[in-house]
C-alpha cells in the first residue's frame, strides 16, 4: 500500500529565503508524482506534475525533483515571498495502473514573514 | 477557476436533512473522485468513478451516496450525516493517469 510522508509539517521562514520541502512514497513503481498548494479552507491548485522518465520540472520560482530509486522528491521555492505562504502537498498515485486515485501526504504548511 | 466546479461552496445541515454536493468539469476527463479533507487529516479517496462507471468505495459509509449521471457531472447525496462528517469535500477530475489531476474549489459543510 502507498503511503506518502512529508517533512516538516511546518516551516515558517523570512522573506526571500530559498527553502526546500520533502516527500518520500514507500513503492517506487510510480507513474508519476505531482504538488499541489493549498490556501486555508481552499481546494487544491496543481502546481507541477512529473512523469516517472523524468528529474525535474521547473516553474517559475518552484523547482521539483523526483528519485524514484529512493522515493523522494523536492519541492525547492526561490526568492520566497508572503504570497507563498499556504500548504503544499505532495501525492503520487495509488498503484501503477490507469486512473488510480491520487494517495496524499498530510501537507508542509509554509508560512513566509515580510 | 480551475475546470472543475463544485456548488455550492459552504454549506450547513442539520442531522435529519438531505442535501446534495454537485460538480461539474467540461475538461473531457474521464474519471472523477469525491475526497474528504478533515482537519489535521491527509485527504481522504471517498468515491472514484471511470467512464460513468463507480470503480472504487473507499468503505465509506451509506449516509454518502454518490451519483455520476454522465462523464461531465459527479454528484454526492448526503442523509442523516453526523457531526464528525463536517469536512471539505473536494471533487477532482483526471483525464487518464500521466495528465495530472485537477480539482475543484471544495464545499465545505457543517453538519449541526
Known amino acids: 500500500k502507498q503511503e506518502v510522508t512529508q517533512i516538516p509539517a511546518a516551516l515558517s521562514v523570512p522573506e526571500g529565503e530559498n527553502l526546500v520541502l520533502n516527500c518520500s512514497f514507500t513503492d517506487s513503481a510510480i507513474y508519476n508524482l505531482q504538488w499541489f498548494r493549498q490556501d486555508p479552507g481552499k481546494g487544491l491548485t496543481s502546481l507541477l506534475l512529473?512523469?516517472?522518465?523524468?528529474r525535474e520540472q521547473t516553474s517559475g520560482r518552484l523547482n521539483a525533483s523526483l528519485d524514484k530509486s529512493s522515493g523522494r522528491s523536492t519541492l525547492y521555492i526561490a526568492a520566497s515571498q508572503p504570497g507563498d505562504s499556504a500548504t503544499y502537498l505532495c501525492?503520487?498515485?495509488?498503484?501503477?495502473?490507469?486512473?488510480?486515485?491520487?494517495?496524499f501526504g498530510k501537507g508542509t504548511r509554509l508560512s513566509v514573514i515580510a | 477557476e480551475t475546470g472543475v466546479t463544485q456548488t455550492p461552496r459552504h454549506l450547513v445541515m442539520g442531522m435529519t436533512n438531505k442535501k446534495s454536493l454537485k460538480c461539474e468539469q467540461h475538461l473531457g476527463h474521464n474519471a472523477m473522485y469525491w475526497y474528504k479533507q478533515s482537519a489535521k487529516k491527509p485527504l481522504e479517496l471517498m468515491f472514484v468513478y471511470n467512464f460513468k462507471e463507480q470503480t472504487e468505495n473507499n468503505s465509506v459509509p451509506s449516509r454518502f451516496s454518490p451519483e455520476c449521471p454522465n462523464s461531465s457531472h459527479l454528484f454526492l447525496h448526503l442523509h442523516t450525516l453526523q457531526p464528525e462528517d463536517s469536512a471539505l469535500y473536494l471533487c477532482?477530475?483526471?483525464?487518464?493517469?500521466?495528465?495530472?489531476?485537477?480539482f475543484g474549489s471544495g464545499t465545505r459543510l457543517t453538519v449541526v
Open positions: 477532482a477530475s483526471s483525464p487518464r493517469q500521466n495528465y495530472g489531476y485537477t
Open positions: 512529473i512523469q516517472s522518465s523524468q
Open positions: 501525492a503520487v498515485p495509488a498503484a501503477y495502473s490507469g486512473n488510480t486515485p491520487l494517495v
